[in-house]
Structure formats: structure tokens, C-alpha cells
């Protein structure tokens, strides 16, 4: 596995123009769903993504989300997510994607998702693999250093407006 010492920066996108709201910028579906990507190349990374769905029979849905909107974004603006791998457990996973323009550098989103293993012969919840539960684990151990974003485990609310 390489190495995971720091947020994950495995997917990279562009604002496309089929994207916009009639207000001109990203409408907020598209935020979910980079950060909806982001979550695959994570899986893909660890092999628990498309190869291992085909070969096992085992993949993830997403069971809850909790997306803050923070910056708008334009048509052609350059997106980097990065990723902390925040908990493993035998069923679960749960991480933590910030959504950066990846020239100007600043937050435009994050998006904290709630992961559950399934497999697809039952549609039931059920174990990690146990080779997979290890790259997870030592991945969630890799970020556990890591300074936490003060939007992980936030509720719904608007703090600074009244």
C-alpha cells in the first residue's frame, strides 16, 4: 500500500459546464458528487473498488453524508480533493474529503460519509475481508495524527448566520 502519512490526494476533476445552476456556478449536487468520486479512487486504492466488486462479490454503499458548502465554483475551475481516513471498523468505513481548487487552494466543500461493507450476493451488511480490513485500519491509523477539520462530526446549522 503507498504511503498515507498524509490526507489522500488521489482524485483530481474539472468544473464542466453541464454542472452550473442558473446562478452560474457549481450546483450543489456536483459537490457530492466529486467527493462521490473521491470515495471511489479511495476504494480503488485500497483494492476494495471496482476489481475487488468483480473478483469477491463485496462493495460499499453509502448510508449517511454530511456536505458543508463553503466557496462557489465556476465552469473550468480545477478541483483536488483531499481525504483522512477518520474510522474502520469490521463493516465500516468513514472518511473525510475536502474539496480544493486545486490552483487557488482554498475549500470549496467537504463532504464526511459514512461507508458500509455489503455483499452483493445477500444485499446485507457484512465484514471487510480480512487483507482489506487490514489496508483500512492501517490507513485510518496512518491519519490518526492527523489535525482534524473542524467540520468532521458537525450537524446541520448555520453558525454565523442568524
Known amino acids: 500500500m503507498p504511503d498515507a502519512d498524509g490526507p489522500l490526494r488521489l482524485h483530481r476533476e474539472t468544473v464542466r459546464p453541464e454542472w452550473l445552476d442558473y446562478n452560474g456556478h457549481m450546483n450543489v449536487a456536483y459537490y457530492t458528487l466529486v467527493c462521490d468520486h473521491a470515495t471511489d479512487a479511495v476504494m480503488d486504492w485500497l483494492d476494495l473498488g471496482q476489481s475487488y466488486r468483480r473478483r469477491a462479490g463485496g462493495t460499499i454503499f453509502a448510508v449517511e453524508a454530511h456536505v458543508t458548502y463553503d466557496r462557489e465554483l465556476s465552469e473550468g475551475d480545477p478541483l483536488l480533493v483531499e481525504?483522512?481516513?477518520?474510522?474502520?471498523?469490521?463493516?465500516?468505513?468513514?472518511?473525510?474529503?475536502?474539496?480544493?481548487?486545486?490552483?487557488?487552494?482554498?475549500?470549496?466543500?467537504?463532504?464526511?460519509?459514512?461507508?458500509?461493507?455489503?455483499?452483493?450476493?445477500?444485499?446485507?451488511?457484512?465484514?471487510?475481508?480480512?487483507?482489506?480490513?487490514?489496508?483500512?485500519?492501517?490507513?485510518v491509523a496512518a491519519h490518526a495524527g492527523l489535525p482534524r477539520p473542524p467540520e468532521v462530526g458537525r450537524h446541520v446549522g448555520a453558525p454565523r448566520v442568524g
Open 83 to 139: 481525504t483522512l481516513a477518520l474510522e474502520a471498523g469490521e463493516k465500516k468505513l468513514r472518511l473525510f474529503h475536502r474539496l480544493l481548487h486545486a490552483e487557488a487552494g482554498f475549500q470549496a466543500a467537504s463532504n464526511e460519509v459514512l461507508l458500509l461493507h455489503v455483499d452483493l450476493a445477500t444485499r446485507r451488511v457484512g465484514p471487510w475481508p480480512a487483507d482489506g480490513r487490514e489496508r483500512l485500519r492501517a490507513m
